[in-house]
């Protein structure tokens, strides 16, 4: 969490990182892919069962439906790239940029934000499954349907990172075992 807060909380004045620090954020809390960001248009925001703005579309490697509440960081994202001039061609959510630039420029933000990681941006959908979502208590259930995962097990592997959510659940348990 403290890594996701000083990239976000980091301020980049190179337009490329700016974008570069949006679509890895956008991601930690969408839990979507490089292909799906890349691909995500207008069309795919909906209103949802909730009456609040949901993207809908579809994973990119599997043509699994997904359909993902937009948290408010989320929502802020998309509302500053509404009218970016690489954008209104296109359709698209957001400007364009290769996997492997990404990447790249991944690398240069973790140097900035002094995080000894190879940041990916593979990394922001395992920081949507473990740090954003079921360290916060979010049933595994909903995590690996958000994720688009079709075998509950895909999911599972995200929860072995999460001791700190282990130990929460463990202490709880304990206080229930101290009232009996």
């Known amino acids: 969490m403290d890594e996701l807060q000083t990239i ?26 490089y292909g799906d960001v890349m691909n995500l248009t207008k069309d795919n925001i909906c209103i949802g069962i909730d009456d609040k703005k949901w993207i809908s579309s579809y994973r990119q490697k599997t043509n699994i439906p997904v359909r993902i509440p937009l948290l408010p960081k989320a929502l802020e994202i998309i509302n500053g ?37 190879n940041l990916t941006f593979h990394i922001a959908r395992h920081t949507f499954a473990t740090t954003v979502m079921l360290s916060n208590g979010v049933p595994m259930e909903t995590v ?14 995200y929860a072995r990172v999460v001791e700190g959510k282990i130990s929460g659940d463990m202490q709880r348990l304990e206080g229930v075992f101290k009232k009996e």
């Open 81 to 117: 790239y509404k009218d970016h001039p690489n954008t209104f061609a296109t359709k698209r959510i957001f400007p364009s940029i290769s996997n492997q630039k990404l990447n790249s420029y991944l690398k240069e933000i973790a140097d900035v934000c002094h995080i000894n990681k």
């Open 8 to 33: 976000e909380q980091k301020q980049f004045t190179i337009e490329r990182l700016h974008l570069i620090k949006d679509l890895f954020v956008f991601s930690c809390y969408t839990g979507l892919s």
């Open 144 to 157: 690996s349907k958000l994720l688009g995962h079709t075998k509950l097990s895909t999911t599972q592997i």
